[in-house]
């Protein structure tokens, strides 16, 4: 439990109120010093939001981001010092920001930057060994692949990787076509965060894999959307990336 001090602390950041307790030699002095105090703090919360979504604040603007955050931050303060949790919510915001009703694909860009925060920050567990791996390809009706705790599915209705990509420092420019996509992001053996297109049915498999399902159960998930699909490739382009690992004994 926060101490009073601290409670009133971030109202009075909200409010721009002083808050009880603050003093200085001369006291016509204090409220400017905690103005000074409370712009730096908002400063410093707007570009660890712009850092945290660097392709939003190119999509709508050093400017325009400028001006957004502080009413995203209003509404949706941190809720603790370690700032790489904060902005969850940043998504929905930008969802149902009027302002930003023409841009639909906005929220899904923000959830694939959220979700490379996350992966980044995920825990670090030993990949999957190519033996073990082996031995549980034998029985592909009861085996489990386990997935890195990096490794997450973002679906969209909207070109969300290919809108992030062109995004990236360095990319050349190019037309987007606006189309549903499906891309998975995790972090590599090198400590790097990917993020990779999916086809449908490889869409299908990661996330049956994701939801604890067999290696069986998810190949047939993937077969829905084709019916000859081969999940082999992609458990080789998984394994090589380690984003398998040991399966825990408390799953079923």
């Known amino acids: 439990m926060p101490d009073p001090f601290t409670t009133a602390l971030a109202a009075a950041l909200q409010s721009g109120a002083l808050p009880p307790g603050v003093t200085a030699r001369d006291p016509a002095e204090a409220p400017r010093r905690f103005a000074v105090y409370r712009n730096n703090v908002a400063h410093g919360l707007s570009r660890a939001l712009a850092t945290r979504f660097p392709v939003i604040e190119r999509l709508l603007g050093a400017e325009f981001f400028a001006a957004l ?3 995203f931050i209003a509404a949706h303060p941190p ?3 370690r700032l790489f949790e904060w902005g ?3 998504p929905d915001f930008l969802r149902t920001f009027p302002p930003l009703a023409g841009l639909p694909y906005l929220a899904d860009v923000a ?4 979700a490379r925060g996350v992966a980044y920050h995920a825990a670090d567990l030993a990949p999957l060994s190519p033996a073990a ?5 034998v029985a592909p009706d009861t085996a489990r692949l386990a997935l890195h ?9 909207h070109a969300v990787g290919t809108i992030w990509a062109a995004n990236q420092p360095g990319s050349p420019p190019r037309d987007i076509t606006d189309r549903p996509e499906v891309v998975a992001v995790l972090r590599d053996r090198g400590l790097s965060v990917q993020v990779w ?10 996330t049956a894999l994701r939801d604890s399902l067999p290696l069986l159960a998810a190949a047939q998930a993937a077969t829905c959307h084709a019916p000859h699909f081969d999940p082999a490739p992609l458990i080789g382009r998984l394994m090589q990336a380690g984003a ?3 399966p825990s004994k408390e799953t079923p």
């Open 88 to 90: 969850g919510a940043f």
């Open 111 to 114: 959830r694939l930057e959220l």
């Open 149 to 157: 705790p990096s490794v997450q599915v973002i679906a969209s209705d």
């Open 244 to 246: 398998f690992i040991a």
């Open 197 to 206: 297109p999916l086809t449908p049915p490889e869409a299908a498999f990661v």
């Open 79 to 81: 809720a603790s010092p």
């Open 133 to 137: 791996l082996a031995a549980l390809a």
């Open 69 to 71: 955050a502080p009413l």
